[in-house]
């Protein structure tokens, strides 16, 4: 953690582990993620918001981001989720979900994508936070998303 977290870190570690073992997610590439104390490829951090932008320049107080071997996690995004999320009225599990998704695909190697086409699932590395660009809402890696640099 950084900062002042109110979170349950408890749950945290829970749900990211669950998600990045999702048989949806990163998992059909048959690769998996264990937790382990020290010495891993990267690392999952819960971060107040205002710790954010000390990850990286390219990291705000706004969003989640990646910056080297830091996979950094809002707080505020993680118990709130964001305004086009919360007036689609889903989930804040998804919501989590994505965001854990999102965030480790650019650990994997992935930048930033688009929307596909109008009503289409958004792919996971859309910044589906900010905005659809007409695709639909969705949390797991596409099967065009299966591949990884690292």
Same mark, same amino acid.
Request: charged share 10%; net charge neutral; glycine share 12%.
């Given at each position: 953690t950084r900062g002042a977290i109110y979170a349950d870190f408890n749950e945290f570690q829970t749900l990211a582990n669950q998600t990045l073992n999702d048989s949806r997610g990163w998992a059909r590439m048959?690769?998996?993620f264990k937790q382990v104390s020290s010495s891993g490829n990267f690392t999952i951090v819960? *971060?107040?918001?205002?710790?954010m932008p000390m990850f990286s320049?390219?990291?705000? *107080?706004?969003?989640?981001?990646? *910056?080297?071997?830091y996979v950094a996690i809002n707080q505020d995004r993680w118990m709130n989720a964001s305004a086009p999320w919360n007036a689609a009225?889903?989930?804040l599990r998804d919501y989590r979900n994505l965001v854990i998704n999102h965030e480790v695909g650019h650990w994997l190697g992935h930048?930033?994508?688009?929307?596909?086409?109008?009503g289409q699932s958004a792919p996971?590395?859309?910044?589906?936070?900010?905005d659809l660009e007409g695709c639909v809402f969705n949390s797991w890696p596409l099967a065009s998303e299966l591949w990884v640099t690292r």
């Open positions: 048959g690769i998996s819960l *971060a107040q918001s205002s710790q320049s390219g990291c705000s *107080a706004e969003w989640s981001c990646t *910056a080297g071997n009225k889903k989930s930048g930033d994508t688009n929307c596909n086409g109008i996971v590395m859309q910044q589906q936070s900010i």
